[in-house]
């Protein structure tokens, strides 16, 4: 019991060292909509695809929050920059057959991010 006590303490202490000398957290913080995160995607641009592709394109000619008139989908950006569903063209909702994925180009750039330096 009391190796396993040692080598617990042990590997705790090993965990914290390497976490205050990378400055990197093992676990990412929440998206915070309210934050900038930088990367390829536009961040007050929409982006959408297809549940069987991959692929990110943009969507929407106007920019987050002005082109959404949609409200579901809005406050759903607001709060976690993701939404499924259908937008039309001007950014109202349409029919929910087969809906896309949506989200905030700032969204999908704090998604990117493997690791979030402190």
């Known amino acids: 019991m009391k190796n396993r006590l ?6 705790i202490s090993l965990l914290v060292s390497a976490t ?3 400055g ?4 990412k913080d929440p998206y915070n909509p309210g934050q900038t995160y930088s990367g390829k995607y536009t961040t007050a641009a929409l982006y959408y695809r297809s549940p069987r592709n991959p692929n990110w394109y943009r969507g929407l000619s106007g920019t987050y929050p002005d082109g959404v008139r949609c409200r579901d989908a809005l406050n759903h950006f607001m709060n976690d920059g993701k939404w499924q ?15 896309s994925e949506w989200a905030v180009g700032n969204r999908l750039n704090y998604d990117a991010s493997s690791r979030v330096a402190r």
């Open 6 to 11: 040692s080598s617990l303490l042990l590997f």
């Open 24 to 27: 990197v957290s093992a676990a």
């Open 85 to 99: 569903g259908h937008l039309n063209t001007d950014g109202s909702c349409a029919s929910p057959a087969e809906p």
């Open 20 to 22: 205050t000398i990378t």
